[in-house]
């Protein structure tokens, strides 16, 4: 279900929001990231993923976020859940003014291989381009938002 603007500016002010984060690696043990569009962490390479949906159960979740990010269905057992995070920003998709409303994630993070012949289109409302980057190179740069360098660490 989504939510009209003003209604999920109230749920980003009063609760955390879940989450599905994706760690995936290719057969070198690269790791996809996007760059953000959007806030928060906008700007920064980030790994694909996206929020859960009031009453969307779990599988029917992840299937709707990997078709989104990556452009094909991938399931659950396909993954496997490296953990739970938490993720807090002093903004939101709302600004970054003092009068906006900070954000408090609470994501899921799975890991997951594509295949080598895997074709990569970004969505164009999330991420402006898709890099494999290596895991040194991840938890080295400063373009690499922090909360993603914690799932390789």
Same mark, same amino acid.
């Given at each position: 279900?989504?939510?009209?603007?003003?209604?999920?500016?109230?749920?980003?002010?009063?609760?955390?929001?879940?989450?599905?984060?994706?760690?995936?690696? !290719?057969?070198?043990?690269?790791?996809?990231? @996007?760059?953000?569009? !959007?806030?928060?962490?906008?700007?920064?390479?980030?790994?694909?993923? @996206?929020?859960?949906? %009031?009453n969307?159960?779990?599988?029917?979740?992840?299937?709707r976020?990997?078709?989104?990010?990556?452009?094909?269905?991938?399931?659950?057992?396909?993954?496997?859940?490296?953990?739970? /995070?938490?993720?807090?920003?002093?903004?939101?998709?709302?600004g %970054?003014?003092?009068?906006?409303?900070?954000? +408090? /994630?609470?994501?899921? @993070? /799975?890991?997951?291989?594509?295949?080598?012949?895997? !074709?990569?289109?970004?969505?164009?409302?999330? +991420?402006?381009d898709?890099?494999?980057?290596?895991?040194?190179?991840?938890?080295?740069?400063?373009?690499? +938002?922090? /909360?993603?360098?914690?799932?390789? %660490?």
């Amino acid at each position: 279900m989504w939510l009209s603007e003003q209604t999920f500016r109230t749920v980003v002010e009063s609760t955390p929001l879940v989450s599905i984060d994706l760690v995936i690696r !290719n057969r070198e043990g690269r790791i996809l990231l @996007g760059r953000r569009l !959007n806030r928060p962490a906008q700007g920064f390479w980030f790994v694909p993923g @996206g929020r859960i949906q %009031k009453n969307e159960p779990l599988d029917e979740a992840f299937q709707r976020i990997t078709k989104y990010e990556l452009g094909q269905v991938f399931t659950r057992r396909q993954a496997r859940l490296m953990g739970i /995070y938490e993720h807090f920003y002093r903004d939101s998709v709302f600004g %970054k003014e003092e009068e906006m409303p900070d954000t +408090h /994630y609470v994501v899921l @993070g /799975y890991s997951m291989f594509l295949p080598d012949d895997f !074709n990569l289109v970004p969505p164009a409302i999330q +991420h402006s381009d898709y890099r494999w980057w290596r895991r040194d190179e991840m938890t080295s740069s400063p373009e690499v +938002h922090e /909360y993603t360098q914690a799932y390789v %660490k």
